[in-house]
């Protein structure tokens, strides 16, 4: 079957199979490899991208239910103007270490800061509760969050790193 959707701001097309995911689609059609696949049980949130605008998890999404739609994806968070804040929030805060998580962690983190400009820290803890990292022990993702919220701009290149969390725990 035929499916066409946006992708950060592209409109693409392909002949596809009526099984194959969103996270599949983007990931071997259009060779976005930004957006991660972790897991076969809807889980682990590395795949969160956009889709007309809220994050869905798209290991949960056929790819011809996206179409017609605009989708998203951490290749798109980057603009013109540079790096968004939040991914400059996790280099500044150290919100990552393997990576894995990362791309489906910015892309809530941005949905997040869009319609809540200051979140607290629960309240990001709360808007990743459905995505896994098992590295940083989320301290330093939740930093990273609230980085953002503070830098809406971003930074100049001389901005000093944040120091090291006080705690690590569970997202939520
Ligand atoms: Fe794990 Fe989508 S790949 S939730
Ligand atoms: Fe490794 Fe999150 S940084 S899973």
């Known amino acids: ?5 946006t992708v ?3 409109e693409v097309s392909a002949e596809i199979e009526g099984r194959t995911l969103l996270v599949h689609f983007l990931r071997d059609h259009l060779r976005l490899t930004g957006t991660h696949w972790g897991c076969d049980t809807s889980n682990c949130g590395t795949c969160v991208v956009w889709m007309d605008d809220e994050p869905v998890k798209s290991c949960t ?3 011809a239910m996206a179409g ?4 998203r994806t951490v290749e798109g968070l980057e603009t013109e103007d540079g790096l968004d804040p939040v991914q400059q929030g996790f280099m500044q805060c150290h919100g990552l270490q393997c990576g894995f998580c990362t791309p489906g962690m910015m892309m809530t983190a941005r949905a997040l800061l869009d319609r809540n400009p200051d979140p607290s820290p629960q309240e990001i803890r709360e808007a990743i509760s459905g995505q ?4 940083t022990g989320y301290a330093t993702i939740v930093r990273s969050i609230r980085w953002a919220a503070t830098h809406p701009d971003g930074t100049q290149p001389a901005d000093a790193t944040e120091p090291a ?3 690590a725990g569970s997202p939520a």
Not at 68 to 71: A, C, P, S
């Open 8 to 10: 950060n701001g592209e």
């Open 1 to 5: 079957m035929q499916v066409t959707m």
């Open 61 to 63: 999404v056929l790819a």
């Open 132 to 135: 896994i990292c098992r590295c």
């Open 165 to 167: 969390p006080e705690t």
């Open 68 to 71: 017609g739609h605009d989708i």
